[in-house]
């Protein structure tokens, strides 16, 4: 996902969480006879949904211990009505306190059904467009979307919220005979009001699955059609997308992408949409939503509708099959999608390589946060991951490159995505670390981890020159901590051809905030030294240790 706001305003009330929200019926107390909690994980997911009414019905399907007797109890925001327990009536259930727990004894063979109903009411949750929505287009058309995110699933019916639970999902959507409608997996239109889709193959998780979106005047065009994946376009004629898509770089990203990852995790049919959002972009699995007037942005990337859509491709491997172990995670999720599609510019569109990395070091260099914080209280949580789009593919991979090397950072991320599963940013530690047989804990210890704002390093050129020339790179901090890095130097002279790029490094153990250089067979006096020409290096270049000002207010 590529978020379309500004990282820096506070939400200090805000948490996405488990929020409770009460029946406004007497809530039926379970019997004696069935106290007990049952351990109990969703496998699937079936939800149906009425686009017009916003009537919703789910059926989980739960793993408990065979014959078991007990209380099965999952987040529920919503007011849930109609729980049956294995298709007959519950013992006992009540909504209190943002959960529903539903009671009764668990079949001996198979897996136990849980059903509800609830209606989802025509809203979000503040400063997101998480929720069910219906926003106009600009020929007052509208395109309604039904968005689940980190710990929201439950806005929609009991869900397990957690951002690791992975599982499979069937949709049935009903709508009105004019609307084209998309959701996750596979897709089909059993008739002219009503659209199934079935993800039964490849795992999930809630974050992305819950998805609906649709739109009346979309139409389809085929943009790839490769042995690697097929690619369809839904949008509505005279669409800006359309024109802005290369499909030619897309088909190449997809062919690059599956060489190094495997196939589209969710079949060979990916979807991607155009819709009035908030967000850049929103991976879903074999779908993807991009905001609609993309091309028109200025933007922080040389060619924001082809990066955005790159950056979703990668969220297909990076987030959905492989997706985070908790809400702290997410750092990694951004950071692998933000550095594969840099990595793909770079090789492929070099020109749009350099802008990117310049805007990532402009957000990093007033970054508010650490990407693991240890903050208490904890930071508002949108505030954070708004906080990690340049700091995240900044510190967890573009400044390991020039420490380790490109095909080891590229061969972690392979053994990081190679399958489906839960990991945390500290599995990606692990899986650098085999990649490159180095030992990244201090790297992690300094700029990963850390509480309050981080002080990244102001770094201090000094330079003499006779027959060598000696440069000595000193690291100036608040704290004195002295951070693993590789600092690239420009060497420049009285004429524009005069300029020569060097490397100083601290290495992953560094003892001393300085280090030095050696340049030999310079030929021309040099007048100045820039410190990370290409922006590979978070720095506050700030002479004094003093904070940046903030830069001018830019759009995602």
């Known amino acids: ?50 686009l017009t009414t916003g009537e919703a019905s789910s059926r989980l399907w739960l793993d408990v211990e065979a014959g078991a007797r007990g209380c099965v109890s999952l987040p529920a925001r919503a007011v849930v009505t109609d729980a049956r327990w294995d298709g007959a009536p519950a013992e006992g259930f009540r909504v209190a306190d943002g959960r529903l727990e539903v009671c009764g004894v668990a079949p001996v063979e198979g897996p136990l059904w849980l059903d509800s109903r609830l209606r989802v009411p025509e809203a979000t949750v503040p400063y997101t467009q998480v929720g069910f929505s219906r926003r106009l287009d600009a020929q007052g058309r509208p395109f309604t979307y039904l968005l689940g995110w980190l710990e929201s699933c439950d806005l929609f019916g009991p869900c397990d919220t957690a951002p690791g639970r992975l599982a499979h999902f069937t949709f049935d959507i009903t709508h009105s005979p004019d609307e084209v409608v998309l959701c996750p997996g596979s897709l089909s239109r059993r008739d002219e009001t009503h659209t199934r889709c079935e993800l039964l193959g490849t795992r999930a998780p809630t974050y992305s699955a819950f998805m609906v979106a649709s739109h009346p005047a979309w139409e389809r065009t085929r943009l790839v059609d490769t042995d690697v994946g097929r690619v369809e376009l839904y949008e509505p004629p005279g669409g800006l997308l359309g024109p802005a898509i290369d499909a030619g770089t897309v088909a190449e990203f997809l062919a690059w992408m599956t060489a190094r990852f495997g196939p589209l995790p969710y079949g060979p049919e990916l979807r991607v949409a155009s819709g009035r959002t908030d967000w850049l972009g929103m991976e879903h699995p074999a779908n993807i939503v991009l905001r609609d007037d993309l091309p028109w942005m200025g933007g922080p990337y040389a060619n924001v509708t082809m990066h955005t859509l790159m950056h979703e491709i990668v969220h297909q491997w990076a987030g959905d099959r492989t997706t985070l172990a908790s809400a702290a995670d997410y750092p990694w999720k951004e950071a692998v999608a933000e550095y594969l599609t840099y990595v793909f510019e770079d090789e492929h569109r070099n020109e749009e390589a350099a802008v990117t990395l310049a805007y990532w070091d402009r957000l990093a260099r007033t970054a508010s946060y650490h990407l693991r914080p240890s903050d208490s209280p904890a930071p508002p949580f949108l505030s954070f991951v708004n906080d990690i789009y340049g700091t995240g593919p900044m510190i967890l991979l573009v400044q390991l490159e020039s420490l380790l090397g490109r095909e080891q950072v590229l061969a972690g991320l392979q053994a990081f995505l190679a399958e489906p599963g839960v990991r945390s940013i500290e599995d990606l530690r692990h899986a650098l670390e085999g990649a490159s047989g180095r030992d990244l804990r201090r790297y992690f210890d300094t700029w990963v981890d850390g509480e309050g704002e981080p002080d990244w390093p102001y770094l201090q050129v000094e330079w003499s020159q006779d027959e060598l020339l000696t440069l000595t790179v000193t690291q100036r901090t608040a704290s004195g901590k002295v951070y693993p890095c590789a600092v690239e130097l420009e060497l420049q002279g009285a004429a524009p051809e005069e300029r020569r790029r060097v490397t100083v490094s601290y290495g992953l153990e560094p003892e001393s905030a300085t280090a030095g250089l050696t340049v030999e067979g310079l030929p021309w006096k040099v007048q100045q030294v820039a410190v990370d020409p290409r922006n590979r290096l978070v720095n506050r270049r700030s002479l004094g240790l003093a904070r940046e000002p903030a830069p001018q207010r830019w759009r995602l």
């Open 1 to 50: 996902m590529l978020l379309s706001w500004l990282r820096r305003f506070a939400l200090p009330c805000f948490v996405l969480g488990v929020m409770g929200c009460e029946s406004g019926e007497t809530p039926l107390e379970p019997p004696d006879a069935v106290e007990g909690a049952l351990a109990a994980t969703v496998e699937r997911y079936d939800f149906a949904f009425d």
